[in-house]
Every structure is written in C-alpha cells, then in structure tokens.
C-alpha cells in the first residue's frame, strides 16, 4: 500500500488538489498523508485549514513557514524555510510518494525537499504558460519531479519538450475542475444565502441581482504596481456600481500592496455596493463562478474552471499571460476605462459555451489509478 503526501499551502492548492485527496483516500490500494502550510494555517488569508478539517481531513502534520512582509524577499525565505521544516515531516511520515501542487512558493520547497531525499515528487497543473515567478517555479518543479499530471495535451507536450521521459506525463485534467462539474450537473447556484451579511465586511450585497466576482492578487514580477493596479481596478468597480463580491488578495509579493489599496478605497468612497471577503470554502467559490454575472480580475480560476463553466471573464493585466484560455476570456490592461468597457461587453455577451481546455471532470480519479502502480524511479536524465 503506498503512502501518498499531499502538500497543501493556500487557498488555491486545496482547490487545485481536493478531488485528489478524495480519490486517494477511497483507494484501497492508497493511504493519504495530509501536510498542511504557510498560508493555508493564517487566519488573515482565511485560516483555509479549518475548511479542510470540516471536509473531513486530518492534517497529519502543519508547517509554519510563512515571514510576514509579503516582499520578494520574505517569499525567497518563506520558500527557505519550508525546505528546513519540510525534510523532518518527511522524515517522519515516510511517504512514497509527495505530491506537489501547480506553481507557488511553497510548491517550490515541497519539490526541492522530496527530491534531495529520494522521495518520488508527483507534479500537477505542470507544463502550463503564465505570467509572473509562477511561469519559472512551475517548470523548475517539472524538472524535480518523476510523475507529471498536465490537464491537457498542449501542456503534456511541453513537459515532453522540456526533457522529461513521456512514459511519466499523464494527461489526466485539472483536478480542480472535478467539483465544477459535479456541481454544474447539480445546477449548483447559491441564491442569497444566509452567511452573506454574516461574513466579510461592507455592504449588503443580494444574489438575486446580477453581480461581480473580484479576485486580484500582486504580480510578483511587477512588485511595487500592486497598490496603483489595484486602484484602477476598484475605480471600474465604482464606476459600474455593480453589486461585487470581492476577495483579499493571497500571500504573494506584493500582497500588501494591494490590501492597502482596497482599505483606502473602502474608506474614501464607502461603495455601498462591494463586500470583501479573505476566503471561500472551495464549493462556495464554484457557486459564485456558477451565478456570478461576471469574473474579474487576475485570478487563474475564471480561466479553469471559468472555461468549464462559460462564466464571462475580464482577465486584467500580465498575471495570466499566455496562459490557454477558452472563448470566455477577455483581457484588458490595468486601465479602468479598458474594465468597465470589457465588463459592460461581457454582461451584454452572457454565457459561453461550456469548455473542456482543462479537463471534464474525471482527473482526481484518474491520478489516483496512476499512483497504485505508476513505477517509482527518482533517477531521472533528460530524454531527448
């Protein structure tokens, strides 16, 4: 029975890696290890491990490794101090195998760790294309890792150009798409739920009435801008006067940045039309996407699951560049008349058609079945 690691570090790798940790933990064949960390463990970015122990996982062991200041420099030592405390939990949980997830920081450390102690690294979400240190994390965790879990054929390919052996690429889809469409077959709307005005801080905000979803975090090549792009982007905002449900930037470079930018405006313009929220529960965000009027912002999930689901999407600025989009997707700079033209476009377009660019649904299941009995070599040399 092989012992499966998950590495679990923000918001955004629960989501990204939840239908996995499902899947593994129903195989017979497979035991789940569950390592939760940095951001994932901080309450101002939502304390996203109280989520995941009230789905029903025990974290098996936590790692502080966040240094406050979201600068480049604390992400630089925030990664170095994952790769202290990492190898002990490694150590001690004995895994064969450590999954590591997409592209942030602390997937950098996961990586780096299980690789120097021979332990077999599973990469997913790899071979992709996007903006910011993400681009470079993720192909420098390619080159860590032994198992490869790309959602689609175009980011396989790259994972095979870049030297890897394509008995190991898997092309299994994203597995953050398996609860959007559990949820789509389900027709997973919210309504107006009672915790709306319960949670987050500023107006009261009905779902009854078309609205906006807002998620814009720093770009950690761009760190200095934050605070000015966001401005631009809260000024589009304030001049369509939408009903907006907005979320806190994550803990990237830069975050701060933004955050000031969001309280000056809340003070100076008090929109009666925006509620702020640090953090959704996975299947809570999917709802949003599902109701939502329209996605704006930077945030990769309008254009993964939001392909899945054909929710109109305003991508802003260089986070997500080059990154394969669907049709649903249009991309503006950080220039307020650019949004609020964009927007207006998108609500007069409506719904696009459903996209399976990064996967139908199946790939928790379908990574599962690969772990049984994928073989595990940690010696690796390029193939080409």
Known sequence: MRKICIVVGSRANYSSIKSVMCAVRATPDLTLQLV?????????????????????????????????????????????????ELPTIFGMLKPDVVVSVGDRFETMATAVAAAYMNIPVAHTMGGEISGTIDESIRHAVTKLSHLHFPANTAAAERIVRMGEDPTTVHVVGCPRIDLVAEMAKT?????????????????????????LLVSQHPVTTEYGHGEEQIVETLMALHELKMPTIMLWPN???????????????????????????????????VKLMLSCACAVGNSSAPLREGAYIGVPTVNIGSRQQGR??????????????????????????????SSHLYGDGGAGARIAKVLIDAPLRVQKRLSY
Not at 51 to 76: N, R, W
Not at 256 to 283: A, L, Q, T, V
Not at 331 to 351: F, N, P, W, Y
Request: net charge negative; with cysteine; glycine share 10%.
């Open 187 to 211: 027709n997973g709307h919210l309504g107006t739920p009672d915790w709306l005005d319960h949670e987050g801080v500023g107006a009261h905000i009905s779902l009854d009435k078309p609205f």
């Open 324 to 353: 394969d989009r669907a049709e649903n997707v249009i991309d503006v700079g950080c220039d307020r008349r650019e949004i609020v033209a964009a927007v207006k476009k998108q609500l007069s377009h409506g719904q696009y058609p």
């Open 36 to 84: 939760v960390g940095a951001s994932a463990l901080l309450d101002r970015f939502g304390s996203v491990v109280d989520v995941i122990e009230a789905d029903g996982f025990h974290p098996d062991a936590k790692v502080t490794m966040i240094v406050e200041g979201e600068t480049p420099g604390t992400m630089a030592k925030s990664t170095g101090l994952g790769l202290l």
């Open 251 to 285: 803990a990237d470079a830069g975050s701060e940045d933004i955050s000031r930018g969001m309280r000056k405006f809340r003070e100076s313009h008090h929109p009666e039309y925006i509620r702020f929220y640090k953090n959704f529960p996975i299947e809570t965000y």
